[in-house]
């Protein structure tokens, strides 16, 4: 059974920093490229940032410079770093992981950018 649970979220103020976790079990977690999705409510899912299996991570430019992914492979997590928040960096936080045909998503983890 495969499971991606992310964690880390919260209610931060503009210009904090929070860190997720997405942790994987059921997979060769090092044979998956990994992405963080957020989705702020009424509107779609967005790509945030993307790591993969030789951990070269690819940060969307709107969020760059702010926001950084990294991954261990020993403890089947990836990261996502975000600093100097914004109430737009407002929304449930999903991690995916990929392989092929193959693409499994967690639960998300809400973060909320408020004073």
């Known amino acids: 059974q495969v499971q991606l649970v992310e964690s880390g979220g919260g209610l931060v103020q503009p210009g904090g920093s929070l860190s997720l976790s997405c942790e994987a079990s059921?997979?060769?977690?090092?044979?998956?490229?990994v992405a963080w999705y957020r989705q702020a409510p009424g509107k779609q899912r967005d790509l945030v940032a993307t790591?993969?299996?030789?951990?070269?991570?690819n940060i969307v430019e709107s969020v760059k410079g702010r926001f950084t992914i990294s991954r261990d492979n020993a403890k089947n997590t990836v990261y996502l770093q975000m600093n100097s928040l914004k109430p737009e960096d407002a929304a449930v936080y999903f991690c995916?992981?990929?392989?092929?045909?193959?693409?499994?998503w967690g639960q998300g983890t809400q973060v909320t950018v408020s004073s």
């Open positions: 790591i993969t299996t030789a951990a070269s991570p």
């Open positions: 059921g997979i060769m977690f090092s044979l998956y490229t």
């Open positions: 995916n992981a990929k392989r092929g045909r193959l693409s499994y």
